[in-house]
Every structure is written in C-alpha cells, then in structure tokens.
C-alpha cells in the first residue's frame, strides 16, 4: 500500500537508523517527529532537536517527557541554518519537516534561504551513507519559493556522491507535500 506522505517520510529514516545513531530533527515544532526519531536511536542514541520558538521546544519537552525520552534528546533553540555551531559530531540521519508550527503562529515559517543553509550543512556533517529527509510543504507563497530553492539545489548534487528521490501525489489537488530525500553516498575530496 501507497503510504502518505508523512509515514513515508518516517518510513525511510525508520528503515535506515540504527541504535546508537546520531541524527538530527531541524525542526522539532510539536515534536512528534522529534519522538519518533528518539525511538528509532535507542537508549544509546542521540537526537539534536532544533527550533526558533520557545513554545515549540516546550511542546516537545513535554511530549518526550511523557514518554521517557528526555535524555536522548538536546532540544536547542536556534535555527537550524547554525546547526554547525551546535554539532560536531557526523550525522547519520536528518529529518526537516518545513513549514509553520501546526496549531502556532502561521507567520512564523522557515524560509528558502535558511532551509537551503540547513541542507547544505546537514549534507556536510552527513556521514557516508547517511539520510536526509525533508518534507516541503509548498501551498503558502514562502513555500512555493522553499520548494523551488530546495529542489533546484538537490538537482545539481554530483549523482556519484548523491541519490537524490522525491515523492508525492500526482493527482492530489492543493499542492499535496513533497517528500525530498538525499542519501550521501561519500563526501568529495
Ligand atoms: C511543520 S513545523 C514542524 C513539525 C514538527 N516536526 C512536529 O513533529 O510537530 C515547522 C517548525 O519549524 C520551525 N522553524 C521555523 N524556522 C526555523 C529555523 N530557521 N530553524 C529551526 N526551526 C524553524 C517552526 O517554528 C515550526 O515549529
């Protein structure tokens, strides 16, 4: 069965995190996403979850918290385009969920110049055979220019050093989300 576009996007990182990874959530919002990859690392795992809103990190806080996640998780309130200063350590998965907080501030969305800096920074801090997963959701106006910024870029990666895939519904009206996925397949010298 076809899944949706969400299920999917947390089927390909479930299929590829391991216990013990190191993965990061570029935006944690409501923080299910957030969960769920700190599910997927295990009790040995780490997740370094991103956001700009306050209220974003304390619905996440609290979301793990109930589910005893807490010490796997560094929530850190900043964006996701300094996510360099923040992490040193290589990454073997990232999910990007793009957008505004659901239930929150509309105005508050990420932007096509800060979510480009995030993806060119995660693929660098990417270790070899690393995932990154990007949601883009572009029935707003920010997000048509997203989604056209995000797609050009992952279009030019070298295909020796990158797969890149997306995937959506072709014969969905109201600009269905796109799932956009890039697997580092080794960094060029
Ligand atoms: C669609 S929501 C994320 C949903 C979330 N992953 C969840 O499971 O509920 C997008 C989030 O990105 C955050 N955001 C916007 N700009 C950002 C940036 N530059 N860096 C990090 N987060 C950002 C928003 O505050 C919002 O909470």
């Not at 991103?50 to 918290?65: C, G």
């Not at 070298?158 to 890149?164: E, F, M, P, T």
């Amino acid at each position: 069965m076809l899944l949706d576009i969400l299920p999917f996007a947390h089927d390909l990182l479930r299929q590829h995190i391991q216990a013990g990874d190191c993965v990061l959530d570029g935006t944690a919002g409501n923080g299910f996403d957030t969960q769920f990859l700190a599910e997927c690392v295990g009790k040995t795992g780490k997740v370094f979850a991103f956001d700009i809103q306050e209220v974003a990190l304390q619905n996440t806080a609290q979301r793990l918290a109930k589910q005893h996640l807490n010490d796997r998780v560094e929530l850190i309130l900043a964006g996701h385009e300094r996510l360099d200063t923040f992490i040193t350590e290589p990454l073997n998965a990232a999910l990007f969920n793009f957008g505004y907080l659901p239930q929150g501030d509309k105005t508050i969305t990420t932007l096509p110049e800060t979510s480009l800096i995030a993806i060119k920074k995660t693929l660098q801090q990417l270790k070899n055979n690393g995932l990154l997963v990007a949601v883009i959701y572009h029935g707003h106006e920010t997000g048509k220019h997203e989604k056209d910024a995000l797609l050009s870029y992952a279009a030019t990666l070298n295909c020796q050093q990158y797969k890149v895939a997306q995937y959506t519904w072709l014969n969905r009206s109201n600009c269905p989300p796109i799932v956009l996925a890039i697997e580092k397949r080794f960094q060029a010298a």
